[in-house]
Structures are given as C-alpha cells and as structure tokens.
C-alpha cells in the first residue's frame, strides 16, 4: 500500500479526503440545520459542530496538504510522503471518527485523537524548517502551535460544558488560517500574477513593498488580539478597517484585473478581494451595527478560503501530476459556484433571507468540491503523467 501513488505526495491523499469530506459535511450540517434529522452531539450547539469540522476536518485536510507539498519547492525541506504520509492521514481519519463518535467514546478520548494532527505535523516540520535558508518559512511553526491550541481549548469548552470557550477556540482557529493565507498567499498571487503577466507580454508586476506587507500583517495580528480580548467595539472595529484598507492596498498591488484571462490567478485575486471585504464586514459590525457579526466570518471561509482552495488545488493537482496548466471546464463551474454561494451566504445573513437562501449557499458550495473530486479522484490515485523530454 506504502508503494501506491496516494503516498507519494502529500496533496493527493488529502485533497481526495478533504473533498470527499465536504460535502458529506454539508449534508450531515444541512440536514440537522433543517431539522430533518440530529446529530451525535448530546447538548453541543450546531454551530459549534459546524464551525469544528469545517476547521479542523475539511480545512485541515486541504490545508495540510497544501503546505506540506508546497514546501519542498519553495523551502528546500524534504517531500513528507510514504510511512510518514500515511500516519498523517490515519491521524486525520482518527480524528473524524472519533469526533462523530465521541457521545460513544470514553470521555477525553475523542478530544485526544483529533488533536494529535497539528502537533505532529509540526514535529516532522520543525527540524526542516530550522535549517531552512529562507527563517520566514518558521512563521508555519507559530501557526500550528495556535490551531493546535485552538483545537485543544474548543474540546476542553465542550468537557467544561463551556460552549463561549469553545466559541473563542474557533475563532483563534480562524485567525490562524487567516494569517496563514495572507502570508502564503500573498507570496503565491505576487509570484504567479508576475509570471502570467511575462508569459502573456504584459510587463512585471510592481516590487514587493516590504514595509506595506509588514503593516499588513501587523495589523491582522492586532485584530485577532483585540477581538479574541473581547476589546471595546470601536477599538476592534478600526483596526479591522486598518485591516480593510491595508490589505486592500496590499491586493490592488498586484493589479489581478491584467491577468483576467488566467483562470487560476484570477481566482487567488477574487479570494483576497473577499478576504479585504470580510475585513470591511468585520469593522461595519463593530462600529456601526448596520451587519452582523458572521457576516464577515462567512465572506472569509465561504468566500475567501474557499475560492483560494479550489485555485490551488487544481493548479497543484495538474502541476503536480505531470499534467498541462489547462483548467477543466468543470472548475470552472467550481469556482462560479463558490463565489456565487458566498454572494448568497452573505445576503442571507445581512438581510436575513432565511434558511432556505442558507441551504442553498451551503448546496452550492458543496457541489463545488463534489466537482473536484469527480474530474481529480483518479487524478489523485494513479501515478504521474510522464513528463515530456526537454
């Protein structure tokens, strides 16, 4: 089984499960969210399953294999592939069981097994990382000491029968992703915008600006500290529009609009436009009311995350792979889909649509990645595409 091309890079394990995981999530969520069945879950609210899952089932799973693949081209650290691919996995798959299965499981039980992921990715990572040339690559070490965290305090709220603790740990957890998608994203829009622009005869992209990026990142951080500190309103609320302003400046940057025509940049450019709104979403609740709180949680993860995701997953999985950087119609469609869901998500919970318009950003989304795992399941199981000779 060691031998198999699932184990020879990280990304192929993961996305299959991560995708395959989506939307069997949703249907579980969706269908519980509707009333139309329970979930085992003894008193634990729906939202708090959500937001978990979504976070350290599905997104942990895409995530992973995301960084775990793009560090050794980018940071010089070995492929983690073979035995030690396949203890990852096993670690996520026990983490899934056991949380679906926890009101059956001794207590502790469950909360143990889903938080062993994090931390041994980290214990594989940090040798290769304290040797990298490149000491930003150990900015990734902070960030899965903090989901670890978060991960370890939401199931200690849930034994406290403390569901606000929890409710924070979800809300450090989506922090954490956030600051690791402006770190790496912003490193790959730049790079891949740079390189569509000179493949097209368009010019090159404007120099990094190391000053703006620092503030950038500044001032997400001050945010999560100031919101998870549960700061007076109008402190929260302008650093998130600081947020709003700098990342925005940050993105118009890199001038996305010049490479329309590249499907798989274009798509990096739209996540950070709904990163840079979740941001003005954010500061609108805290200083005027005017919308709600999620509503910026939801143009991030719905949004955001979601559109980054599906960009890169189709581009690792075809560079990856051996195959041509030629998009498949149908993720297109994918991307469609999940931009139009989180256009959705977004009305119903600025002007309360119902659960009806809920249900159906959430069926949109899932269909999204149902897309991708149909046109890359067998992508992800059989080996390389023979590469051509130079």
């Not at 198999?4 to 519980?32: I, K």
Request: charged share 10%; aromatic share 12%; glycine share 8%.
């Amino acid at each position: 089984m060691i031998s198999s091309p699932l184990w020879v890079s990280s990304f192929r394990p993961f996305y299959f499960l991560g995708a395959l995981y989506a939307p069997l999530l949703v249907a579980a969520w969706l269908g519980a969210f509707l009333g139309l069945w329970s979930l085992p879950a003894g008193n634990v609210p729906l939202k708090l399953l959500h937001g978990h899952e979504f976070i350290f089932g599905f997104s942990a799973a895409i995530i992973t294999g995301i960084v775990l693949t793009a560090l050794p081209s980018w940071a010089g650290t070995e492929e983690i592939r073979g035995r030690r691919l396949v203890t990852l996995v096993l670690l996520w798959l026990g983490g899934r069981l056991a949380f679906w299965a926890a009101p059956w499981l001794p207590p502790l039980l469950p909360a143990i097994i889903d938080c062993l992921l994090f931390p041994t990715v980290f214990i594989m990572l940090a040798p290769q990382l304290l040797r990298a040339a490149n000491r930003l690559y150990l900015l990734l070490l902070p960030i899965l000491f903090a989901l670890f965290a978060a991960n370890l305090i939401y199931h200690h709220g849930l034994a406290t029968a403390n569901h606000i603790e929890a409710w924070l740990a979800l809300r450090l957890a989506i922090y954490a992703l956030i600051v690791l998608y402006v770190l790496k994203g912003g490193v790959l829009a730049p790079i891949f915008t740079g390189n569509a622009l000179r493949e097209k005869g368009r010019g090159e992209l404007a120099p990094c600006n190391m000053k703006l990026e620092i503030a950038a990142v500044t001032a997400l951080l001050a945010l999560a500290v100031l919101d998870l500190g549960t700061a007076p309103p109008a402190w929260t609320g302008s650093v998130a529009l600081a947020c709003a302003l700098l990342h925005g400046w940050r993105t118009a940057r890199w001038q996305g609009w010049r490479v329309a025509d590249a499907p798989l940049v274009l798509v990096m450019h739209l996540g950070f436009g709904w990163l840079v709104l979740a941001f003005a979403l954010k500061a609108a609740a805290e200083l005027t009311g005017i919308v709600p709180e999620a509503a910026w949680l939801h143009a991030f993860t719905v949004g955001s995350l979601g559109l980054m995701m599906l960009g890169l997953m189709t581009r690792v999985s075809l560079r990856h792979t051996g195959r041509p950087l030629v998009v498949p119609g149908a993720m297109l469609v994918a991307c469609v889909l999940v931009f139009v869901a989180a256009l959705l998500r977004l009305a119903a919970s600025v002007h309360g649509l119902g659960n009806a318009a809920i249900a159906l950003s959430a069926a949109l989304w899932a269909a999204a990645f149902a897309l991708y795992f149909m046109v890359f399941w067998k992508v992800l199981v059989t080996p390389s595409a023979p590469r051509p000779s130079p």
